[in-house]
């Protein structure tokens, strides 16, 4: 079957502007993860979605990012006035009721 | 705080088993061990997990030592392909949901 997707797989844009990226779960996966890896570096976690629960925003790093999630759908990580530190690898997960996760291929994300 | 220890790199020849450590000491009677792969430009890819029990599937097979304080990933034969960072992981959050990854092991496997 189909895996989580992500859209755009890569995005360019300047410092100041507002992105989003989407991600599409594995159908039925109840579960949904918004993950950040800056070059070389491991994957942090932002942000969880389970189910109608609030989701675990503990990650995101500043009240310039934040994510929404309809039903147990499609999701989309905004991050407002986009800084260079920005620049990452940004990935989504998704998961049967927080058991084993699965990726997609991330967005790649760089703040000019 | 690091809650994995893994070597920094390994090789591995085409074709042999590449066995790949992890040390946990601190690890608590619930947390499971999740081995993560994450090949060059793509998505992280989930390998296996396991508790206490040594664990196999299609992919690898997992060893946990009985105390617990350490598990070793077994490729049987690895390829090319396999050549990859590899992450031992012990997830946290209240329902084992938050996945860190560490620096993990870069395995080179070599014709």
């Known amino acids: 079957g189909a895996g989580v997707s992500q859209s755009p797989s890569n995005k360019v844009t300047e410092k100041g502007k507002d992105v989003e990226l989407r991600c599409d779960p594995i159908?039925?996966?109840?579960?949904l993860y918004w993950y950040r890896q800056r070059l070389g570096q491991g994957l942090e976690f932002l942000i969880y979605?389970?189910?109608?629960?609030?989701?675990?925003k503990s990650g995101l790093p500043s009240d310039r990012f934040s994510a929404e999630r309809t039903g147990e759908s499609v999701s989309t990580l905004t991050i407002q006035r986009t800084q260079q530190e920005d620049s990452a690898v940004y990935l989504c997960?998704?998961?049967?009721?927080?058991?084993?996760?699965?990726f997609g291929p991330g967005t790649r994300l760089l703040v000019l | 705080d690091a809650k994995t220890t893994q070597p920094p790199s390994m090789d591995c020849a085409e074709g042999r088993a590449a066995n790949l450590p992890c040390n946990h000491s601190?690890?608590?009677?619930?947390?499971?061990v999740y081995w993560y792969r994450q090949i060059h430009s793509q998505g992280p890819q989930y390998i296996i997990h396991?508790?206490?029990n040594n664990e196999t599937n299609e992919m690898a097979s997992l060893i946990i030592t009985e105390d617990r304080k350490s598990s070793t990933l077994i490729l049987p034969h690895a390829t090319l392909r396999d050549t990859a960072v590899y992450y031992c992981?012990?997830?946290?959050?209240?329902?084992?949901?938050?996945?860190?990854f560490g620096k993990g092991t870069l395995l080179t496997v070599n014709p």
């Open positions: 997960a998704s998961s049967y009721s927080g058991e084993t996760q699965y």
């Open positions: 159908s039925g996966h109840t579960a």
């Open positions: 979605f389970q189910g109608n629960s609030a989701p675990d």
């Open positions: 601190t690890i608590s009677g619930n947390e499971y």
């Open positions: 396991g508790l206490k």
């Open positions: 992981i012990l997830p946290s959050g209240g329902s084992n949901y938050k996945l860190t």
